[in-house]
């Protein structure tokens, strides 16, 4: 934990871009009966059913110190999705940097062993020796920012019935382009210090 909050108090610094990568699944659904059109007086209405159309998976990466953020729409969430996840990342929007340094969860997924099964060996270490690993701890999810990001994502783009993966891929850009031109930062207040404080409960007691 501790080591993760030492990340976020570094200075902005475009060589070494500090990254949070997380993920979730969204079930797809579609309508059973057409939805009644919005009336004077009277919003749209859908009907309860639905009927289920697969899952797709969302990986998100989010620079709070910038105020960047990318959505991956895919239709798996295996090691090798993870693995092209970390392509994009380094080879697509951090081809500059030195070091990427990477805040994500000790999933199972998160094994950068798939880097070797997606490519091939140069291109494989090439990523792995762009990347500074930082896992978040057991139960401490909570410490990715990547995970705030996806929470405004479902709040804003997602409470709605979403059918195909090409309306999820359209739906989460429009939501990703617009809090990118705007800027959305994420103040993150809480330090080392606060969670000797706050959570002194976890510390080991030493005579």
């Known amino acids: 934990m501790e080591e993760v909050l030492d990340i976020y108090t570094r200075p902005y610094d475009p060589r070494y871009p500090q990254v949070c990568l997380d993920e979730t699944s969204k079930q797809l659904v579609s309508e059973t009966r057409v939805p009644l059109p919005a009336e004077p007086g009277q919003i749209e209405r859908y009907d309860y059913e639905y009927e289920r159309q697969g899952v ?29 996840v970390l392509h994009d990342l380094v080879d697509v929007y951090y081809p500059n940097a030195e ?12 094994d950068f062993s798939a880097l070797y099964e997606a490519f091939d060996p140069e291109e494989a270490w090439h990523i792995r020796e762009k990347l500074e690993i930082h896992y978040t701890p057991k139960h401490g999810s909570w410490l990715n920012m990547a995970e705030i990001e996806l929470s ?3 709040r804003q783009a997602l409470d709605q019935r979403i059918e195909t993966p090409k309306q999820m891929v359209r739906i989460t850009r429009a939501w990703e382009v617009d809090r990118n031109e705007r800027g959305l930062e994420i103040q993150w207040r ?18």
């Open 99 to 110: 070091k990427i340094v990477l805040v994500l969860d000790n999933l199972n997924t998160h």
């Open 190 to 207: 809480f330090t080392t210090a606060d969670a000797r404080i706050k959570l002194h409960r976890l510390y080991p007691s030493l005579p």
């Open 56 to 84: 797709c998976s969302l990986f998100m990466c989010f620079e709070p110190l910038r105020g960047w953020r990318h959505v991956t729409v895919s239709a798996h969430r295996t090691k090798q999705d993870f693995a092209r």
């Open 152 to 154: 405004v994502l479902q």
